[in-house]
C-alpha cells in the first residue's frame, strides 16, 4: 500500500529565516506531487505540482519553491520567510488511472509552519 | 473560472439526527466531484470520487450524491466520531482540484 510522510511535523522560524519541508511517498512509481497551503479557517490553495523528476509548476507567485530531486521526493522552500507564510503545508500524491478524469489527490500528514 | 461554493460553513447536530452538506459548482468540463474529511491537524482523508450526475456513492453513514450543478453529502444518523470538516474538490481538465471553503461538522452525543 501506499504512504506518504511529510517532516517536520510542526515548525516555528524567525521572519527572514529559510525554509526547507520534505515530502515522500512510498508505495507507488512515477507519481504527480502537490504542495498545498492551508491557511487558518479557510480552503486549500495549490502550490506547486510536479508530474515527474525535476519538473516543477508554479500556481502561485510567492517567496516559495519547489524541488523534485527524485521520483517520491518533493520539497518545498525558502530563502526567507515572511509572517504570511504561516499555515499549515500539505503535501499530495496521485496517479492517473481514468483517461478523461481528474486524479484522486492523497494527503500526507501536514505541517504546521509558525513565522514569528 | 471553475468555482467551488460549500453550505453552510458549520452545522451542529444532535447524535443520530440526520443531515446534508451542499457542494455547488461551476465548471467548465467537469472532470470529478471528491469529497474529503479533515481532523484537526491532520491531512485530508479521501472519502469519495463521483463523475458523472445521478452517481451516488456510500461509506457507512455517508451517502455522497451529484447533479449537474451541485453534489450532496448526506450524514444519517451521524455519531460524535463524525465530527469533522467535510471538503469537497472539483477536478478539472487541466488535472487539477479546486476545493471549496469546507463545512465544519460538529456531532454533540
Known amino acids: 500500500s501506499q504512504t506518504i510522510h511529510q517532516w517536520p511535523a510542526t515548525l516555528v522560524q524567525p521572519v527572514g529565516s529559510p525554509l526547507s519541508l520534505e515530502c515522500t511517498v512510498e508505495g507507488t512509481s512515477n507519481p504527480n506531487l502537490y504542495w498545498y497551503r492551508q491557511a487558518a479557517g479557510r480552503g486549500l490553495q495549490l502550490l506547486f505540482y510536479?508530474?515527474?523528476?525535476?519538473?516543477i509548476s508554479s500556481e502561485v507567485p510567492q517567496n516559495l519553491s519547489a524541488s523534485r530531486p527524485q521520483d517520491r521526493q518533493f520539497i518545498l522552500s525558502s530563502k526567507k520567510l515572511l509572517l504570511s507564510d504561516s499555515g499549515f503545508y500539505l503535501c499530495?500524491?496521485?496517479?492517473?488511472?481514468?483517461?478523461?478524469?481528474?486524479?484522486?489527490?492523497?494527503f500526507g500528514p501536514g505541517t504546521r509552519l509558525t513565522v514569528l | 473560472e471553475d468555482q467551488v461554493t460549500q453550505s453552510p460553513e458549520a452545522l451542529r447536530l444532535q447524535e443520530g439526527e440526520s443531515s446534508s452538506l451542499n457542494c455547488s459548482y461551476t465548471?467548465?468540463?467537469?472532470?470529478?466531484l471528491f469529497w474529503y474529511r479533515q481532523d484537526p491537524g491532520k491531512g485530508p482523508e479521501f472519502l469519495f470520487t463521483l463523475y458523472s450526475a445521478g452517481e451516488e456513492k456510500e461509506k457507512e453513514r455517508l451517502k455522497a450524491t451529484l447533479t449537474k450543478k451541485e453534489s450532496f453529502l448526506h450524514i444519517t444518523a451521524p455519531k460524535p466520531e463524525d465530527s469533522a470538516t467535510y471538503l469537497c474538490?472539483?477536478?478539472?481538465?487541466?488535472?487539477?482540484?479546486?476545493f471549496g471553503g469546507g463545512t465544519r461538522l460538529m456531532v454533540k452525543p
Open positions: 465548471v467548465s468540463g467537469l472532470r470529478g
Open positions: 474538490a472539483l477536478g478539472n481538465a487541466g488535472n487539477m482540484l479546486t
Open positions: 499530495a500524491w496521485s496517479t492517473h488511472l481514468r483517461v478523461g478524469t481528474a486524479d484522486t489527490q492523497y
Open positions: 510536479s508530474v515527474g523528476i525535476g519538473q
